[in-house]
């Protein structure tokens, strides 16, 4: 009785144990979990190497000229306003200059995000190089006075 399955017509039972099946692919799949190597994702990054060396005497700084946008939306070129078409003019002339100077972006947290969107647009068919964003350090203590409570 055991044997047919729990029939008591005397049949053998013809469903195929799936058991033993189960429990070799469960072992076959801890064994290949197991032999599959790490994958480590590096980005290789060729880092600058220091030079302690002096300047030479007749070092002259870079131009660096200062981008900025106001709580009120206005576009500051070195602090003086400006339009987003004299932006274009004035990122074409520093374009052509030899050392090209570098363009410091610096959005104030509070201006509205068109404006900046359409600077940043600017800046980038402008073609400039030597480009950074400047203060980002305010962002992170605004982020945390103006966010709501848990």
């Known amino acids: 009785m055991a044997m047919s399955g729990g029939r008591d017509d005397g049949e053998p039972m013809m469903e195929m144990n799936t058991t033993p099946l189960i429990d070799v692919l469960l072992v076959l799949l801890i064994m290949f979990i197991i032999t599959i190597p790490v994958q480590t994702h590096a980005v290789k990054i060729d880092l600058p190497v220091a030079d302690d060396s002096p300047p030479p005497e007749d070092f002259v700084d870079p131009v660096k000229n200062r981008l900025g ?82």
């Open 69 to 150: 946008i106001t709580a009120t939306n206005q576009i500051l070129w070195n602090d003086s306003p400006v339009t987003l078409n004299q932006v274009k003019q004035y990122l074409a002339q520093t374009k052509s200059m030899v050392p090209e100077p570098e363009l410091q972006f610096q959005p104030d947290p509070l201006s509205a995000y068109l404006t900046t969107d359409r600077t940043l647009a600017v800046i980038k068919d402008s073609g400039v190089t030597k480009f950074g964003f400047v203060g980002n350090e305010q962002y992170g203590s605004f982020n945390k006075a103006k966010r709501p409570p848990n």
